[in-house]
Each structure stands twice: as structure tokens, then as C-alpha cells.
């Protein structure tokens, strides 16, 4: 047994997924921390506390424990706001940690803030620190440009991690080349080990059953696009490519729309869905469109089997668990050509790869599987073959746990020469 601190500053393993700040990050949190626990680790997850009503420590599920660190004002804030509270939260895990009776073997940080936080506290307790990035500041910045609103300290502050942490996890191959070529990182400290999908939430099921649950039309060709509904997500490339599959292709379309602050789609919550409205009515296809707002983990498996696609084509993605679990429910996927979505999804074999912020190329992958229903078939066997052999969350589990019994057992070795000393100067 290993007791393994999980640090995810502003990503809670209780946060529901779908909205605006909550997604793959807390659904990672969340499974990692419970498959160390099946591995028999005892497992901390140190988060910020962001509700006043929460308890400081409380125990979820067996050997996992969540601890709310107080980190600024108790309530939700924009992760972009956050940085300023870092100090507390570092100062918060050093006093925590100097009072353990047990002290912990390992720390996993999670985004680039936690790890800023913890690095001084792993250096001093001479434990291993690993970094789960999920998201690197360079190639956001390549993308969002003047979106982006983080400041551009986040690029040092990253080039300190990433020379002094033990260990980096890449999720895909594309995230482990930017963190060699824009990072300069030491590529025999980096691990790539993916995210996953959970077979007791998502996997196959009568694609006429869930049409009938959901209320959809037998005959339609229906296309699914879930996630968070924030620009760089592509949601309006799909809305295009709609368009243009109904009036250049000729097929008879709808189109669902699955995320959002709340679950029923409001455009207070979420600002996005307007612009999202104006762009369908702009297109002609405001009336195929159909915007259902966030829904629970346990509801999406309908989602996923009742659609005859899965369409995802955000700008970048680091990873991109929705890809995943869409293949595991036997369904082929179109998806970006970016990011981890180039690595979970076999162009050609399990769906197809297209440009982002290409409506057209979307509209021609989408129109040779809906006039070729074998194709889309064996592609969504495919794909759930795929995520079965390489993607599941006990996989993810298993290797994570490898790794971090290999990296505490030889902690003992001397540190890095530079370790912690230019982390514990940027959070001071």
C-alpha cells in the first residue's frame, strides 16, 4: 500500500462534468483516484474549496478521502482566477503534510497550478512529484490567442515544473512531443499513459431502445456532440456541418447538442448556447438542432447508442474523453485532427479525422456514413475494440499505480540538483 496525496487545484472529483470549468480533468481526478484505491493505495484528493457548505475532509468511497483546502473565497471561481490563491493552497498542503503521523509516498499534481503549489511541499518532504498537465499553456495561447486569459507568467511557471518534477504524464503522443519541442522537457521523464473510459457508465446497448427513450426518430440520421459548451469545443463546426449535409448532401439530419452549465439549456447560464441559436438560424437548421443542456454521467450512455455518429472538432484537445467513451458504445467518431483525438481515433478504421473549423470536410465524412450503414458499423466495432484493448480506466489505473510504486521506491536517490528551487521562489 502507498499513501498517494492527488493534487487538482480547481477540478473536484464532485464537480458535475459538463460545465463550463468542469470536465475531463474532474472525470480523470475522479476514476484515477478510485482505481489507486482498488490498487490498494490510500488516496488524498486535495481540492480547493469552493462551497462553504462542504466538510474540510470526507471520506469517498473506500481508502479515498476528499480534502477542501480554503484557498480563496468558498464559492466558484474561473480556474483563470486562481493563481493569486495559490499561496494559501501551497501553504495550506506544507502544514497539512508537516502533520501527518503516516507521511505520503507520492504526490500527483493535476494543471499547472497545483503543481506550482505542491512542488515546494514534495522537495521538503523529499517525495515524488508527478504533473498531469491535462492542458499546456504554450499551445493554449497558440489557439486562443487574446481568449486566453491566463497571464503569461503560466509559461515560466511551467518551464519550472517541467524541469524539476519527477515525472510527467503525457496523455498522447502529440502531448508529448509539444512538451519536448515548446518545453525543452528530458523525454526520459516523461510517461505517456492516456485517459479512459469506465465500462460500468458507457458500453453498447439497443440503438432502438435508446431512440425510443429519448424520444428520437427511428429513421433519422442523428449526430451527437457532447461536451462543454465553450467556443474553442467547435460546437458551430458542427452546426455548420449540419447545415451543409442537409441542403449540399441531401440527407435528412438532426443534430444534439449534450453540455452546459445547467440541465435545462439556458443561455443565462450559458452565454454560449445564444451564439450557438444565432448561428443554426443563420444556417437554416435552428429547427434540427436540438440543445438538451448538461446531463448526469448515468444518462449519457442513451445519448452516445441512440446516435448514428459522434462529432467532436474543438480547435485543439489535450486528450478528449468523450471520443473515447462514444467508440466504447460502438459508435464511429469525427473527429478533429488535433491533439489527443488524432491518438484515440484510428482515421478510417474507427471514424475519421477532419480540419477543425472545416463544416465542409465535416459534411462529407458525415454523408458517407450515413449512405453507407455497414461502413458506419464496422468502424463503431472497430472503435469499440479499440477503446476496450487501450483505453479503460482500470488500464489507466494499473499503469498509474506501476508507476508510482517505481517512483517511490527509489526516492530515496538523490533529488534533482535544481528541484524545487525555482517553484518554491515562484509561489513565494
Same mark, same amino acid.
Given at each position: 500500500?502507498?499513501?498517494?496525496? $492527488?493534487?487538482?487545484?480547481?477540478?473536484?472529483?464532485?464537480?458535475?462534468?459538463?460545465?463550463?470549468?468542469?470536465?475531463?480533468?474532474?472525470?480523470?481526478?475522479?476514476?484515477?483516484?478510485?482505481?489507486?484505491?482498488? +490498487?490498494?493505495?490510500?488516496?488524498?484528493?486535495?481540492?480547493?474549496?469552493?462551497?462553504?457548505? *462542504?466538510?474540510?475532509?470526507?471520506?469517498?468511497?473506500?481508502?479515498?478521502?476528499?480534502?477542501?483546502?480554503?484557498?480563496?473565497?468558498?464559492?466558484?471561481?474561473?480556474?483563470?482566477?486562481?493563481?493569486?490563491?495559490?499561496?494559501?493552497?501551497?501553504?495550506?498542503?506544507?502544514?497539512?503534510?508537516?502533520?501527518?503521523?503516516?507521511?505520503? !509516498?507520492?504526490?500527483?499534481?493535476?494543471?499547472?497550478?497545483?503543481?506550482?503549489?505542491?512542488?515546494?511541499?514534495?522537495? #521538503?518532504?523529499?517525495?515524488?512529484?508527478?504533473?498531469?498537465?491535462?492542458?499546456?499553456?504554450?499551445?493554449?495561447?497558440?489557439?486562443?490567442?487574446?481568449?486566453?486569459?491566463?497571464?503569461?507568467?503560466?509559461?515560466?511557471?511551467?518551464?519550472?515544473?517541467?524541469?524539476?518534477?519527477?515525472?510527467?504524464?503525457? &496523455?498522447?503522443?502529440?502531448?508529448?512531443?509539444? *512538451?519536448?519541442?515548446?518545453?525543452?522537457?528530458?523525454?526520459?521523464?516523461?510517461?505517456?499513459?492516456?485517459?479512459?473510459?469506465? =465500462?460500468?457508465?458507457?458500453?453498447?446497448?439497443? +440503438?432502438?431502445?435508446?431512440?425510443?427513450?429519448?424520444?428520437?426518430? =427511428?429513421?433519422?440520421?442523428?449526430?451527437?456532440?457532447?461536451?462543454?459548451?465553450?467556443?474553442?469545443?467547435?460546437?458551430?463546426?458542427?452546426?455548420?456541418?449540419?447545415?451543409?449535409?442537409?441542403?449540399?448532401? @441531401?440527407?435528412?439530419?438532426?443534430?444534439?447538442?449534450?453540455?452546459?452549465?445547467?440541465?435545462?439549456?439556458?443561455?443565462?447560464?450559458?452565454?454560449?448556447?445564444?451564439?450557438?441559436?444565432?448561428?443554426?438560424? !443563420? &444556417?437554416?437548421?435552428?429547427?434540427?438542432?436540438?440543445?438538451? @443542456?448538461?446531463?448526469? #454521467?448515468?444518462?449519457?450512455? #442513451?445519448?452516445?447508442?441512440?446516435?448514428?455518429?459522434?462529432?467532436?472538432?474543438?480547435?485543439? &484537445? =489535450?486528450?478528449?474523453?468523450?471520443?473515447?467513451?462514444?467508440?466504447?458504445?460502438?459508435?464511429?467518431? $469525427?473527429?478533429?485532427?488535433?491533439?489527443?483525438?488524432?491518438?484515440?481515433?484510428?482515421?478510417?478504421?474507427?471514424?475519421?479525422?477532419?480540419?477543425?473549423?472545416?463544416?465542409?470536410?465535416?459534411?462529407?465524412?458525415?454523408?458517407?456514413?450515413?449512405?453507407?450503414?455497414?461502413?458506419?458499423?464496422?468502424?463503431?466495432?472497430?472503435?469499440?475494440?479499440?477503446?476496450?484493448?487501450?483505453?479503460?480506466?482500470?488500464?489507466?489505473?494499473?499503469?498509474?499505480?506501476?508507476?508510482?510504486?517505481?517512483?517511490?521506491?527509489?526516492?530515496?536517490?538523490?533529488?534533482?540538483?535544481?528541484?524545487?528551487?525555482?517553484?518554491?521562489?515562484?509561489?513565494?
Amino acid at each position: 500500500m502507498q499513501k498517494i496525496a $492527488i493534487i487538482s487545484e480547481h477540478a473536484s472529483p464532485l464537480a458535475q462534468a459538463g460545465s463550463i470549468d468542469s470536465g475531463g480533468q474532474n472525470i480523470y481526478v475522479a476514476q484515477i483516484a478510485r482505481q489507486l484505491a482498488a +490498487c490498494g493505495n490510500q488516496v488524498d484528493v486535495f481540492t480547493r474549496l469552493d462551497n462553504p457548505y *462542504l466538510p474540510p475532509e470526507m471520506s469517498w468511497g473506500e481508502n479515498v478521502r476528499i480534502i477542501h483546502v480554503p484557498a480563496g473565497p468558498a464559492k466558484h471561481l474561473p480556474k483563470e482566477s486562481l493563481l493569486g490563491h495559490m499561496a494559501d493552497f501551497g501553504a495550506y498542503l506544507q502544514n497539512y503534510f508537516a502533520n501527518q503521523d503516516e507521511p505520503y !509516498d507520492l504526490i500527483h499534481a493535476n494543471f499547472f497550478m497545483s503543481a506550482m503549489a505542491a512542488m515546494p511541499v514534495a522537495r #521538503r518532504a523529499g517525495i515524488p512529484l508527478v504533473v498531469t498537465f491535462h492542458a499546456l499553456g504554450r499551445v493554449r495561447r497558440k489557439y486562443q490567442a487574446e481568449a486566453d486569459l491566463f497571464p503569461d507568467c503560466r509559461f515560466q511557471i511551467e518551464d519550472e515544473i517541467i524541469q524539476n518534477a519527477d515525472c510527467i504524464i503525457a &496523455e498522447c503522443p502529440e502531448d508529448r512531443r509539444d *512538451l519536448i519541442d515548446l518545453y525543452d522537457a528530458d523525454p526520459s521523464r516523461i510517461r505517456m499513459i492516456p485517459c479512459g473510459y469506465d =465500462p460500468d457508465e458507457v458500453g453498447p446497448m439497443d +440503438c432502438k431502445e435508446a431512440r425510443a427513450q429519448l424520444g428520437w426518430d =427511428p429513421d433519422t440520421f442523428y449526430v451527437l456532440q457532447l461536451g462543454r459548451m465553450v467556443p474553442r469545443k467547435g460546437v458551430d463546426n458542427v452546426i455548420r456541418g449540419l447545415a451543409r449535409l442537409r441542403n449540399v448532401h @441531401g440527407v435528412n439530419a438532426r443534430l444534439c447538442v449534450v453540455g452546459g452549465n445547467s440541465v435545462e439549456p439556458s443561455e443565462a447560464a450559458t452565454p454560449e448556447l445564444a451564439r450557438l441559436r444565432d448561428i443554426a438560424r !443563420d &444556417e437554416g437548421v435552428l429547427d434540427f438542432v436540438e440543445f438538451t @443542456g448538461r446531463r448526469a #454521467r448515468n444518462q449519457l450512455q #442513451r445519448y452516445y447508442c441512440a446516435a448514428d455518429v459522434f462529432v467532436t472538432t474543438p480547435w485543439y &484537445e =489535450p486528450f478528449g474523453i468523450t471520443p473515447i467513451e462514444a467508440m466504447a458504445c460502438g459508435r464511429p467518431v $469525427i473527429g478533429a485532427d488535433t491533439g489527443g483525438i488524432r491518438y484515440s481515433v484510428a482515421d478510417g478504421e474507427t471514424g475519421f479525422l477532419v480540419p477543425p473549423r472545416d463544416p465542409d470536410a465535416l459534411a462529407v465524412r458525415l454523408a458517407a456514413l450515413a449512405r453507407d450503414p455497414a461502413l458506419a458499423r464496422r468502424m463503431g466495432e472497430a472503435g469499440a475494440r479499440r477503446a476496450q484493448r487501450l483505453f479503460t480506466w482500470d488500464r489507466v489505473g494499473q499503469e498509474l499505480n506501476g508507476l508510482f510504486y517505481e517512483l517511490a521506491s527509489r526516492s530515496e536517490a538523490p533529488l534533482h540538483a535544481t528541484s524545487g528551487r525555482g517553484a518554491a521562489r515562484l509561489i513565494a
